[in-house]
């Protein structure tokens, strides 16, 4: 099914809660140190929230209970912020959202902690998963479908010797933050391939494995990991497709 089209308004302010979660990743990076734990993540991001006057759209969400995702090495997303203590060379995965007057930004990064030199393959892992993500971004016009981004997101990904992650997929933003259309990822697929309009707003959404893209969730009943323990990536942004093609608007 088609996305929902936004009004010039409402995508200006879809911009601003995008905004906002740009200074959450920027907060979070800063905070992601050597010996940092997760549950210090969420408590920065918070602050971010209130100072910014925005609500989260994580908090509460199917009861989830933290503002961020923070989701290291093998586990793939949905990272619950705990007492884990970050160490040296760690991959880590945060995804956030943020709401402003109702309308919805959502946007993920992976980094490593302390510095790529402290894990050259999860720098690796990363830059493969940020150039999927900029791939499947430029997939998006007006008249294309959304298996352009499928096609584009596995062809780097597999490119790079990477698996793609199948049954967790990008979608539409707007009034909710999980929207219509589906974006999946990995090509081919099965299910619907709607056409992308102008007006559209959706999160691009690519997560690949350094190995075999075979994942669980855990006893929480939110923790994915892959199944063979190999390194997971993960990247997003939030996309206005305009009749000029795709805006970011998760962007500083």
């Known amino acids: 099914m088609p996305g929902k089209r936004k009004t010039p308004e409402q995508v200006a302010t879809m911009r601003r809660a995008g905004r906002v979660v740009a200074l959450m990743h920027e907060a979070v990076r800063e905070a992601a140190v050597p010996g940092a734990l997760l549950s210090d993540l969420d408590v920065v991001a918070r602050d971010v929230l209130e100072r910014s006057g925005a609500t989260s759209n994580f908090l509460g969400y199917h009861g989830y209970p933290a503002v961020l995702c923070a989701s290291p090495n093998d586990t793939v997303l949905h990272g619950v912020p705990n007492g884990t203590r970050l160490q040296e060379g760690d991959l880590l995965s945060v995804d956030c959202g943020a709401v ?79 929207e219509l259309p589906d974006v999946p990822n990995l090509w081919p697929f099965d299910g619907p391939n709607p056409r992308v309009r102008a007006g559209m707003c959706v999160a691009v959404e690519p997560i690949i494995t350094a190995g075999r893209a075979r994942v669980a969730t855990e006893v929480d009943g939110w923790t994915v990991k892959t199944l063979d323990g190999s390194l997971s990536a993960h990247a997003e942004h939030s996309v206005h497709i305009s009749e000029d093609g795709p805006v970011i608007l998760t962007l500083p």
């Open 100 to 178: 402003i007057d109702g309308w919805h930004g959502d946007a993920a990064f992976s980094m490593v902690v302390g510095g790529d030199a402290a894990n050259p393959e999860a720098a690796a892992l990363i830059h493969t998963v940020e150039a999927a993500l900029a791939a499947g971004i430029a997939a998006l016009h007006h008249g294309g479908r959304v298996g352009d981004v499928a096609k584009a997101v596995t062809r780097v990904a597999r490119g790079a010797g990477c698996d793609v992650v199948k049954h967790y997929v990008g979608h539409g933003i707007g009034r909710q933050m999980h």
